[in-house]
Protein backbone atom coordinates (compact mmCIF):
# COMPACT_ATOMS: atom_id res chain seq x y z
CA UNK A 1 0.00 0.00 0.00
CA UNK A 2 0.46 3.64 0.07
CA UNK A 3 1.58 6.22 2.88
CA UNK A 4 1.97 9.45 3.12
CA UNK A 5 2.29 11.45 6.27
CA UNK A 6 2.77 14.87 7.09
CA UNK A 7 1.44 17.19 10.09
CA UNK A 8 -2.05 18.46 9.42
CA UNK A 9 -1.27 21.81 10.80
CA UNK A 10 1.25 24.43 11.49
CA UNK A 11 1.49 28.13 12.22
CA UNK A 12 4.11 30.64 11.94
CA UNK A 13 4.30 34.43 12.00
CA UNK A 14 5.43 36.76 8.96
CA UNK A 15 9.04 36.93 7.89
CA UNK A 16 9.80 33.32 9.94
CA UNK A 17 11.01 30.28 8.19
CA UNK A 18 8.51 27.17 8.22
CA UNK A 19 9.43 23.93 7.52
CA UNK A 20 6.90 21.02 6.26
CA UNK A 21 8.37 17.49 6.75
CA UNK A 22 6.92 14.50 4.66
CA UNK A 23 7.43 10.44 5.42
CA UNK A 24 6.28 8.28 2.82
CA UNK A 25 6.21 4.41 2.14
CA UNK A 26 5.40 3.74 -1.28
CA UNK A 27 5.55 0.26 -3.87
CA UNK A 28 7.30 2.44 -6.25
CA UNK A 29 8.68 5.87 -6.75
CA UNK A 30 9.47 8.18 -9.32
CA UNK A 31 9.76 11.12 -7.74
CA UNK A 32 8.31 13.62 -4.69
CA UNK A 33 6.42 16.17 -5.40
CA UNK A 34 5.05 19.57 -4.10
CA UNK A 35 1.85 21.29 -4.42
CA UNK A 36 0.09 24.32 -2.83
CA UNK A 37 -3.83 24.85 -2.36
CA UNK A 38 -5.26 27.69 -1.11
CA UNK A 39 -8.75 27.60 0.34
CA UNK A 40 -11.58 26.62 -2.27
CA UNK A 41 -8.79 26.28 -5.08
CA UNK A 42 -7.50 24.08 -6.65
CA UNK A 43 -3.86 22.86 -6.28
CA UNK A 44 -0.43 24.06 -7.95
CA UNK A 45 2.48 22.49 -8.76
CA UNK A 46 5.61 23.94 -6.03
CA UNK A 47 8.53 21.74 -6.81
CA UNK A 48 9.83 17.88 -7.63
CA UNK A 49 12.83 16.05 -6.02
CA UNK A 50 13.85 12.45 -8.12
CA UNK A 51 17.31 12.76 -6.20
CA UNK A 52 18.26 13.31 -3.03
CA UNK A 53 19.36 16.67 -2.27
CA UNK A 54 18.00 20.18 -2.14
CA UNK A 55 16.02 21.95 -4.67
CA UNK A 56 16.39 25.76 -4.49
CA UNK A 57 13.04 28.13 -6.00
CA UNK A 58 12.72 31.19 -4.76
CA UNK A 59 11.87 31.50 -1.09
CA UNK A 60 10.79 27.88 -1.56
CA UNK A 61 13.07 24.63 -1.27
CA UNK A 62 12.49 20.95 -1.42
CA UNK A 63 14.71 18.13 0.41
CA UNK A 64 14.43 14.75 -0.44
CA UNK A 65 16.25 11.52 1.21
CA UNK A 66 15.45 8.16 -0.81
CA UNK A 67 16.93 6.08 1.45
CA UNK A 68 14.68 7.74 4.82
CA UNK A 69 11.58 7.83 3.07
CA UNK A 70 11.54 11.80 3.80
CA UNK A 71 11.27 15.34 2.23
CA UNK A 72 10.46 18.92 3.42
CA UNK A 73 9.68 21.65 1.77
CA UNK A 74 11.00 25.04 3.70
CA UNK A 75 9.37 28.13 3.40
CA UNK A 76 11.17 31.00 3.81
CA UNK A 77 9.97 34.75 4.57
CA UNK A 78 6.73 33.86 4.70
CA UNK A 79 3.85 35.98 3.70
CA UNK A 80 0.47 36.36 4.15
CA UNK A 81 0.05 34.73 1.23
CA UNK A 82 1.79 31.36 1.47
CA UNK A 83 -1.52 30.51 4.30
CA UNK A 84 -2.68 27.46 2.50
CA UNK A 85 -2.64 23.57 2.40
CA UNK A 86 0.51 22.20 1.14
CA UNK A 87 0.41 18.87 -0.16
CA UNK A 88 3.19 16.54 -0.76
CA UNK A 89 2.70 13.84 -3.02
CA UNK A 90 4.56 10.51 -4.02
CA UNK A 91 4.44 9.66 -7.88
CA UNK A 92 5.20 5.07 -8.30
CA UNK A 93 6.14 5.23 -11.29
CA UNK A 94 7.29 6.31 -14.88
CA UNK A 95 4.88 5.73 -17.52
CA UNK A 96 1.00 6.38 -18.56
CA UNK A 97 0.13 3.80 -15.21
CA UNK A 98 1.76 6.17 -12.90
CA UNK A 99 -0.64 6.95 -10.31
CA UNK A 100 0.17 10.25 -8.01
CA UNK A 101 -0.63 9.26 -4.40
CA UNK A 102 -1.13 12.79 -2.28
CA UNK A 103 -0.87 13.48 1.94
CA UNK A 104 -3.43 14.62 3.34
CA UNK A 105 -1.67 18.06 3.62
CA UNK A 106 -0.20 20.75 5.92
CA UNK A 107 -2.63 23.66 7.04
CA UNK A 108 0.10 26.22 6.91
CA UNK A 109 -1.69 29.89 8.45
CA UNK A 110 0.84 32.53 8.78
CA UNK A 111 0.35 35.51 11.28
CA UNK A 112 1.16 39.00 11.11
CA UNK B 1 -6.72 31.24 -21.24
CA UNK B 2 -7.66 28.57 -18.97
CA UNK B 3 -5.20 25.31 -19.05
CA UNK B 4 -7.62 23.10 -17.51
CA UNK B 5 -11.29 23.50 -16.97
CA UNK B 6 -14.20 22.15 -15.38
CA UNK B 7 -17.92 22.30 -15.25
CA UNK B 8 -19.87 23.29 -13.53
CA UNK B 9 -18.13 24.02 -10.73
CA UNK B 10 -21.04 23.57 -7.78
CA UNK B 11 -23.91 20.84 -8.09
CA UNK B 12 -26.20 20.49 -5.80
CA UNK B 13 -28.46 17.82 -5.96
CA UNK B 14 -30.99 14.68 -4.12
CA UNK B 15 -29.74 11.43 -3.00
CA UNK B 16 -30.34 9.04 -6.32
CA UNK B 17 -29.90 11.40 -9.34
CA UNK B 18 -27.52 11.47 -11.73
CA UNK B 19 -25.12 13.52 -12.69
CA UNK B 20 -21.96 14.65 -15.23
CA UNK B 21 -18.76 16.77 -14.75
CA UNK B 22 -17.00 17.91 -17.88
CA UNK B 23 -13.56 18.34 -18.00
CA UNK B 24 -11.62 19.64 -20.93
CA UNK B 25 -7.98 20.90 -21.13
CA UNK B 26 -6.21 22.66 -23.76
CA UNK B 27 -2.49 21.50 -22.65
CA UNK B 28 -1.86 19.31 -25.57
CA UNK B 29 -1.71 16.57 -22.79
CA UNK B 30 -2.08 12.98 -23.69
CA UNK B 31 -3.22 11.67 -19.58
CA UNK B 32 -6.03 13.45 -17.93
CA UNK B 33 -7.41 12.04 -14.38
CA UNK B 34 -10.48 12.49 -12.24
CA UNK B 35 -9.60 13.04 -8.43
CA UNK B 36 -11.58 12.89 -5.25
CA UNK B 37 -11.21 15.53 -2.62
CA UNK B 38 -13.11 14.72 0.68
CA UNK B 39 -14.28 16.94 3.55
CA UNK B 40 -11.08 16.37 5.08
CA UNK B 41 -9.02 17.09 1.98
CA UNK B 42 -7.67 13.78 1.45
CA UNK B 43 -6.84 13.79 -2.69
CA UNK B 44 -7.49 10.58 -4.04
CA UNK B 45 -7.09 9.22 -7.89
CA UNK B 46 -10.15 7.71 -9.29
CA UNK B 47 -9.34 6.89 -12.89
CA UNK B 48 -7.00 8.32 -15.83
CA UNK B 49 -6.79 8.07 -19.22
CA UNK B 50 -4.36 8.35 -21.59
CA UNK B 51 -5.52 9.35 -25.44
CA UNK B 52 -8.95 8.65 -24.82
CA UNK B 53 -7.64 4.86 -23.60
CA UNK B 54 -8.77 3.70 -19.95
CA UNK B 55 -5.17 3.61 -17.79
CA UNK B 56 -6.30 3.57 -14.01
CA UNK B 57 -9.46 2.69 -12.44
CA UNK B 58 -8.50 3.05 -8.77
CA UNK B 59 -11.34 0.46 -7.22
CA UNK B 60 -14.09 3.22 -8.11
CA UNK B 61 -18.01 1.96 -7.42
CA UNK B 62 -19.48 1.10 -11.14
CA UNK B 63 -21.92 4.20 -10.19
CA UNK B 64 -19.26 6.69 -11.70
CA UNK B 65 -18.18 6.37 -15.58
CA UNK B 66 -16.00 8.09 -16.81
CA UNK B 67 -15.60 9.16 -20.18
CA UNK B 68 -13.17 10.98 -23.01
CA UNK B 69 -14.68 11.73 -26.32
CA UNK B 70 -10.84 12.68 -27.34
CA UNK B 71 -7.38 13.20 -25.62
CA UNK B 72 -8.85 16.68 -24.67
CA UNK B 73 -11.86 15.66 -22.89
CA UNK B 74 -12.40 13.49 -19.88
CA UNK B 75 -15.81 13.77 -18.60
CA UNK B 76 -17.28 11.68 -15.18
CA UNK B 77 -20.80 10.47 -14.94
CA UNK B 78 -22.15 9.15 -11.52
CA UNK B 79 -25.37 7.67 -11.17
CA UNK B 80 -27.16 6.66 -8.31
CA UNK B 81 -25.80 9.66 -5.72
CA UNK B 82 -25.07 8.96 -2.48
CA UNK B 83 -24.50 11.30 0.41
CA UNK B 84 -20.69 9.82 0.74
CA UNK B 85 -20.23 11.17 -2.70
CA UNK B 86 -20.44 14.33 -1.46
CA UNK B 87 -16.79 16.22 -2.35
CA UNK B 88 -14.40 18.23 -5.02
CA UNK B 89 -13.59 16.42 -7.86
CA UNK B 90 -10.59 17.43 -9.80
CA UNK B 91 -10.32 17.13 -13.03
CA UNK B 92 -6.12 17.07 -13.91
CA UNK B 93 -4.01 16.16 -16.97
CA UNK B 94 -0.33 15.70 -17.45
CA UNK B 95 2.60 15.64 -20.04
CA UNK B 96 3.99 12.56 -20.67
CA UNK B 97 8.02 12.34 -21.29
CA UNK B 98 9.11 15.89 -20.27
CA UNK B 99 10.15 17.60 -17.35
CA UNK B 100 8.51 16.37 -13.61
CA UNK B 101 5.11 14.88 -15.22
CA UNK B 102 2.98 17.25 -13.09
CA UNK B 103 -0.33 17.10 -12.56
CA UNK B 104 -2.41 20.52 -13.38
CA UNK B 105 -5.26 20.73 -11.87
CA UNK B 106 -8.85 22.24 -13.01
CA UNK B 107 -10.29 24.70 -10.40
CA UNK B 108 -12.97 21.78 -8.90
CA UNK B 109 -16.20 20.84 -9.04
CA UNK B 110 -18.07 20.99 -5.43
CA UNK B 111 -21.00 17.91 -5.66
CA UNK B 112 -23.20 18.06 -2.84
CA UNK B 113 -25.76 15.14 -2.30
CA UNK B 114 -28.49 16.26 0.17
Known amino acids: GQNIDQPTEMTATEGAIVQINCTYQTSGFNGLFWYQQHAGEAPTFLSYNVLDGLEEKGRFSSFLSRSKGYSYLLLKELQMKDSASYLCAVGDRGSTLGRLYFGRGTQLTVWP | DTAVSQTPKYLVTQMGNDKSIKCEQN?????MYWYKQDSKKFLKIMFS???????INETVPNRFSPKSPDKAHLNLHINSLELGDSAVYFC?????????????FGEGSRLTVL
Open chain 2, 27 to 31: LGHDT
Open chain 2, 92 to 104: ASRREGQGPGELF
Open chain 2, 49 to 55: YNNKELI
